[in-house]
């Protein structure tokens, strides 16, 4: 075990922009507010926002009390609380499961991030005389190319390999600090212009209007997986954020303000893009297909599309880069402190491997070199890696984190760690004991049986 100066943080904001940038990525921008809408609207949203202050931000809490602790990278760290409180180095696991998700996570985010880069130039370019059938042909064609992608795949991973290799205060410090108030600002003037030229009445009812019917138990559970999973949480990003983090940073008051940040990001997204989507009679589906074929329909008609399109790639682009360091960062952190590599070669080296495992999502899409080849009843070669990740390492490292810090780390370490009043520690602590990991248990099964069970079932 090489042992390296472990960095830190040099100030509670940098840590706050460097964590809500980790925990914004491409799914607030798309995903909440589409789920939102079809969830029941307002109900949806409440359901959503209590979610996150009682399971996201206690499991927030964890992670990151337990990466300040530490003070390693996630497996070291687990490692060694495990060892300080007698219990065994298996729990080493959990940072294992964390860096290896994170990995296979970024290798297919970040060919998403170069799409997203490649669109920004089309967008430059222009959509005039889009209609469905063209903006379809038009990301059908672009992501069969066998090369087109890839250039774009390794430019984002460039510019996320070149941020991580400087360091934890000249790269990652100063890359959020300049994109997170930059995507803030982004998303404020696309508001506006929403707000002035779109169907902002629509959108407010469908993103706000309570609807409680609509709430079943499906979507009431899909509130809590959705809260849970947009904090990043149970991928070792966190956790090398946390110990980063100095000792006198209060860990509570800031993950409400990174939960708070975060959830306000997903909302203000949801009131940028569906004036739009409603405005020019769009269908707000879900996914890339809004982002990549139904949007650019509405940029090629609107007026100053061929600004506010850029705009919006732009603001896609920063969300995926701030996500993308954070995903990279935790693997860095445990080659750099296992063999004392220096910072640059083991960034490069961790980088250009993600390039190559992402490529084959690449070649995996419909119509290109891979195409055909599918698992499970369709799933193509990125559904794959992303179904693991997301519905199998994330819920039960997050339910086990949360075993850990509630079962099998001692009660005063807690109360010393994050120096909290009584009456407030109990709660966190009962939450952490009985909540979290029930409600990610239930997430965790819900989602195996909708995926596996029922379509075995017929």
């Given at each position: 075990?090489?042992?390296?100066?472990?960095?830190?943080?040099?100030?509670?904001w940098?840590?706050?922009?460097?964590?809500?940038?980790?925990?914004?990525?491409?799914?607030?921008?798309?995903k909440?507010?589409?789920?939102?809408?079809?969830?029941?609207?307002?109900?949806?949203?409440?359901?959503?926002?209590?979610?996150?202050?009682?399971?996201?931000?206690?499991?927030?809490?964890?992670?990151?009390?337990?990466?300040?602790?530490?003070?390693?990278?996630?497996?070291?760290?687990?490692?060694?609380?495990?060892?300080?409180?007698?219990?065994?180095?298996?729990?080493?696991?959990?940072?294992?499961?964390?860096?290896?998700?994170?990995?296979?996570?970024?290798?297919?985010?970040?060919?998403?991030?170069?799409?997203?880069?490649?669109?920004?130039?089309?967008?430059?370019?222009?959509?005039?005389?889009?209609?469905?059938?063209?903006?379809?042909?038009?990301?059908?064609?672009?992501?069969?190319?066998?090369?087109?992608?890839?250039?774009?795949?390794?430019a984002?991973m460039?510019?996320?390999?070149?941020?991580?290799?400087?360091?934890?205060?000249?790269?990652?410090?100063?890359?959020?600090?300049?994109?997170?108030?930059?995507?803030?600002?982004?998303?404020?003037?696309?508001?506006?212009?929403?707000?002035?030229?779109?169907?902002?009445?629509?959108?407010?009812?469908?993103?706000?209007?309570?609807?409680?019917?609509?709430?079943?138990?499906?979507?009431?559970?899909?509130?809590?997986?959705l809260?849970?999973?947009?904090?990043?949480?149970?991928?070792g990003?966190?956790?090398?954020?946390?110990?980063?983090?100095?000792?006198?940073?209060?860990?509570?008051?800031?993950?409400?303000?990174?939960?708070?940040?975060?959830?306000?990001?997903?909302?203000?997204?949801?009131?940028?893009?569906?004036?739009i989507?409603?405005?020019?009679?769009?269908?707000?589906?879900?996914?890339?297909?809004?982002?990549?074929?139904?949007?650019?329909?509405?940029?090629?008609?609107?007026?100053?599309?061929?600004?506010?399109?850029?705009?919006?790639?732009?603001?896609?682009?920063?969300?995926?880069i701030?996500?993308?360091i954070?995903?990279?960062?935790?693997?860095?952190?445990?080659?750099?402190?296992?063999?004392g590599?220096?910072?640059?070669?083991?960034?490069?080296t961790?980088?250009?491997?993600?390039?190559?495992?992402?490529?084959?999502?690449?070649f995996?899409?419909?119509?290109?070199?891979?195409?055909?080849?599918?698992?499970?009843g369709?799933?193509?070669?990125?559904?794959?890696k992303?179904?693991?990740?997301?519905n199998?390492?994330?819920?039960?490292?997050a339910?086990?984190?949360?075993?850990?810090?509630?079962?099998?780390?001692?009660?005063?370490?807690?109360?010393?760690?994050?120096?909290?009043?009584?009456?407030?520690?109990r709660?966190?602590?009962?939450?952490?004991?009985?909540?979290c990991?029930?409600a990610?248990?239930?997430?965790?099964?819900n989602?195996?049986?909708?995926?596996?069970?029922?379509?075995?079932?017929?």
């Amino acid at each position: 075990m090489a042992g390296t100066q472990h960095a830190q943080w040099s100030s509670r904001w940098a840590f706050i922009m460097a964590a809500v940038g980790s925990a914004v990525g491409l799914g607030n921008i798309w995903k909440f507010p589409y789920e939102a809408g079809e969830g029941g609207g307002g109900a949806f949203v409440l359901l959503y926002l209590l979610f996150v202050f009682i399971i996201g931000t206690p499991c927030l809490i964890a992670e990151l009390s337990l990466g300040r602790r530490g003070q390693k990278n996630p497996v070291y760290t687990m490692k060694s609380i495990a060892t300080e409180e007698g219990r065994s180095t298996m729990w080493g696991l959990l940072g294992w499961s964390g860096i290896v998700g994170a990995f296979i996570i970024i290798s297919f985010y970040s060919l998403v991030g170069g799409w997203v880069l490649a669109y920004i130039v089309k967008a430059a370019m222009g959509f005039g005389g889009f209609d469905a059938a063209k903006s379809t042909e038009t990301f059908l064609t672009f992501i069969a190319d066998p090369v087109q992608p890839i250039v774009a795949h390794f430019a984002f991973m460039a510019i996320t390999v070149g941020i991580v290799a400087r360091g934890v205060q000249g790269g990652l410090e100063k890359a959020v600090t300049v994109l997170m108030p930059a995507l803030f600002a982004i998303l404020v003037m696309l508001m506006i212009y929403s707000a002035v030229t779109g169907a902002f009445g629509e959108a407010l009812n469908f993103l706000f209007r309570p609807n409680f019917h609509a709430l079943t138990g499906d979507k009431i559970l899909n509130a809590l997986g959705l809260s849970f999973f947009s904090l990043s949480l149970a991928m070792g990003s966190i956790m090398t954020y946390g110990s980063y983090l100095p000792k006198d940073v209060n860990i509570p008051k800031s993950a409400i303000t990174i939960a708070g940040a975060d959830s306000a990001v997903a909302l203000m997204a949801g009131l940028a893009i569906f004036p739009i989507v409603f405005a020019y009679g769009l269908n707000p589906g879900g996914g890339g297909g809004l982002v990549f074929m139904t949007l650019p329909i509405a940029f090629g008609q609107m007026p100053m599309g061929e600004i506010i399109g850029p705009l919006f790639f732009a603001l896609l682009a920063v969300a995926a880069i701030t996500s993308s360091i954070s995903l990279l960062e935790p693997g860095v952190s445990y080659i750099e402190e296992r063999t004392g590599w220096s910072r640059k070669k083991v960034t490069a080296t961790i980088g250009f491997a993600a390039f190559l495992l992402g490529t084959l999502s690449s070649f995996g899409q419909p119509g290109n070199l891979l195409g055909d080849l599918t698992f499970f009843g369709g799933m193509t070669i990125m559904d794959v890696k992303d179904y693991f990740t997301n519905n199998i390492i994330m819920p039960l490292g997050a339910m086990f984190m949360m075993i850990f810090v509630g079962w099998f780390v001692s009660r005063k370490a807690m109360m010393d760690e994050l120096a909290i009043e009584d009456k407030n520690f109990r709660i966190w602590y009962f939450l952490v004991r009985f909540i979290c990991p029930v409600a990610i248990f239930a997430v965790f099964v819900n989602i195996i049986y909708d995926t596996i069970i029922q379509p075995m079932m017929g």
